[in-house]
């Protein structure tokens, strides 16, 4: 359900490479343009534009990578019966993740969130490897860049839909923004939906995953008036993570890095661009002897297997073996009062206990 970007990057091209575990059945989008792109790599599956449709396939599990809300499309498949796999973010608020969930219990299915960096060999290794009791500062920078340059070589199908059902469209994700955050001004509504949800959840779920659950939302701060940056720091017990997300359109260069510090080690994962296929994610290791010069620096490429692709055998497990994922939807709901409480703090500049929680604001 939905075959844009990153579908026809990543998602598309990967199940038609599983096919000794995944058939493709049914594609869906509301443009006709990525629907023949999706149909040229599965040419055995049907096409449609209502998500509706796909549901009467009877399909074991359904991919919901469309743009807006995933709960319509969650909540319809987990109530007939069908395993689902959202995109991140989740969901636009906490009511509707609630709402998904809920649905997943009655309908015994199972819900996962694709968050890939999880599934990323190199942050594998370092979730393997990291002492979060010795972490005393993390550091996490994402630098935005323009998205282009790094998709460019692939054969891509730009869809366009009807103008006045984009209005609607953009209307109910508007009207969906405004029942998560309630009466937060414009900017922190933009802020909590272009950059929090749509990207720097990443590297929220992805520290979350390293030090668990945070204590302490202790200061954000959005950048300018677009906005053009987002900067949090949170308290994990007694590490302190600062969080700097900034858009820098001049060049092509992007770049995500997960910095954590010891008293007598240091770790740092630097993410390239998320698409560019097998492109490996470097591990740093530093260390040293307590009290002498002497110290040392390692470099680790842990794969060159595509996280989105090991993602998907996650997928795969978790239907086949019936078990829980390993980034479940409880875990992805968090991240969304993660978000909105960033936001928020950004407007009354408040800090937040407990910012995962998702109990009332």
């Known amino acids: 359900m939905g075959c844009g970007l990153v579908a026809q990057v990543m998602?598309?091209?990967?199940?038609?490479?599983?096919?000794?575990?995944?058939?493709?059945?049914?594609?869906?989008?509301?443009?006709?343009?990525?629907?023949?792109?999706?149909?040229?790599?599965?040419?055995g599956a049907t096409t449609h534009a209502r998500f509706e449709d796909v549901l009467e396939r009877r399909p074991d599990v359904v991919l919901v990578l469309i743009a807006g809300s995933h709960a319509p499309a969650a909540i319809a498949a987990a109530e007939a019966g069908i395993h689902v796999f959202v995109e991140k973010p989740m969901c636009l608020s906490l009511e509707e993740?609630?709402?998904m969930i809920a649905a997943a219990e009655r309908g015994g299915v199972r819900l996962m969130v694709g968050y890939m960096k999880r599934y990323d060999p190199a942050y594998e290794e370092l979730a393997a490897r990291l002492d979060r009791d010795s972490v005393r500062l993390g550091r996490v920078t994402t630098l935005e860049s323009p998205l282009e340059p790094y998709v460019a070589q692939y054969r891509?199908?730009?869809?366009?839909?009807?103008?006045d059902l984009l209005a609607e469209l953009a209307a109910d994700d508007a009207r969906r923004v405004d029942e998560a955050v309630g009466d937060l001004p414009p900017l922190a509504r933009k802020t909590y939906r272009a950059i929090l949800l749509d990207s720097m959840v990443h590297e929220l779920n992805a520290v979350r995953g390293l030090l668990g659950e945070p204590d302490e939302l202790l200061f954000s701060h959005i950048w300018g008036t677009e906005p053009t940056g987002v900067t949090a720091t949170l308290r994990f017990g007694a590490a302190d993570c600062i969080f700097s997300w900034v858009d820098l359109p001049g060049i092509a260069r992007y770049a995500g890095e997960l910095a954590f510090y010891g008293a007598d080690e240091r770790a740092t994962l630097?993410?390239?661009?998320?698409?560019?296929?097998?492109?490996?994610?470097?591990?740093?290791?530093?260390?040293?002897?307590?009290?002498?010069?002497?110290?040392?620096?390692?470099?680790?490429?842990?794969?060159?297997e595509e996280a989105f692709k090991q993602e998907l055998l996650e997928l795969h497990a978790v239907i086949t073996e019936d078990r829980e994922p390993r980034t479940t939807a409880v875990d992805g709901l968090r991240d969304v009062a993660l978000c909105r409480a960033i936001a928020a703090s950004a407007h009354d500049g408040r800090p937040r206990s407990r910012p995962t929680e998702t109990g009332p604001a």
Request: glycine content about 6%; hydrophobic content about 35%; some cysteine.
């Open 11 to 43: 998602h598309l091209p990967y199940l038609q490479e599983l096919s000794d575990r995944y058939e493709v059945i049914a594609l869906c989008d509301l443009a006709e343009e990525p629907l023949r792109f999706a149909s040229r790599l599965h040419p």
């Open 270 to 304: 630097t993410f390239p661009s998320p698409f560019l296929r097998s492109m490996p994610t470097t591990l740093v290791l530093e260390g040293g002897d307590p009290g002498t010069t002497a110290s040392w620096r390692t470099e680790h490429t842990a794969s060159y």
């Open 156 to 163: 891509l199908a730009r869809g366009s839909i009807d103008p």
């Open 97 to 99: 993740g609630q709402a």
